[in-house]
């Protein structure tokens, strides 16, 4: 019997991104159920629904998993592939993976997730601000070169959960043209380019138009 993956709208919801991403990389058999979200949490319907009254919440075999890095988690349970191999290198993945989870939050709130949004930078950037995507740059760009040499993801040349945590702030580097350094900017570009990235932007734009007014 399918699973379910409870989401709210592709073109705002980062945080479905995420356990989206994770889900379909571990091949899950879930039905995905969409909401459109309502600005300033008038979203009912996912109040009701989920334990956490966010989104997402993943129904799968017996299990009931909410909070994004735990469905990750979850994912990677069923998909070891989702974590690097090496231990030491899994610990530096699983590191930053719970750093975007608590962290970051001047990016997030200068920086909303919008897949529709034409890329132009912030007309200012507050010394907080700068200092975040100072230190994102740094995070990501420790984690490409980790074994000497630019991987292709974060840590290698396959997503982890790492790259699926991140996934949205490829799409906020791109959208608010922060300044990042051109090792990340690479990793942007090949996250953007990801058929799963893409199904996703796909996915969003075919959402009613109607619930553009509502958010």
Sequence with gaps: MAGMLLLGSRR????????????????????????????????????????????????????????????????????????????????????????????????????????????????????????????????LKDALLRSGQPTTFLFGDRMTVADCMYAPIAIRIHTFELAVDPIVKIWVRTMLDQPLMREWYALAEAEPAEWRLLY
């Design 12 to 139: 705002y919801s980062s945080w479905s991104l995420r356990g989206w991403l994770a889900v379909r990389l571990a091949g899950l058999d879930v039905t995905e159920e969409v909401i459109a979200l309502k600005g300033g949490g008038r979203t009912t319907e996912i109040h009701v629904r989920s334990p956490n009254r966010m989104v997402p919440y993943l129904q799968h075999d017996g299990a009931d998993v909410w909070e994004s890095l735990a469905i990750c988690e979850y994912c990677a349970e069923i998909a070891p592939a989702l974590w690097p191999e090496a231990r030491i290198v899994r610990a530096h993945a699983r590191s930053i993976s719970a750093q975007m989870h608590a962290g970051f939050r001047p990016i997030r709130q200068n920086c909303s997730m919008d897949v529709e949004r034409v890329p132009a930078p912030l007309p200012e950037i507050s010394e907080e601000l700068a200092a975040d995507v100072a230190l994102l740059s740094r995070t």
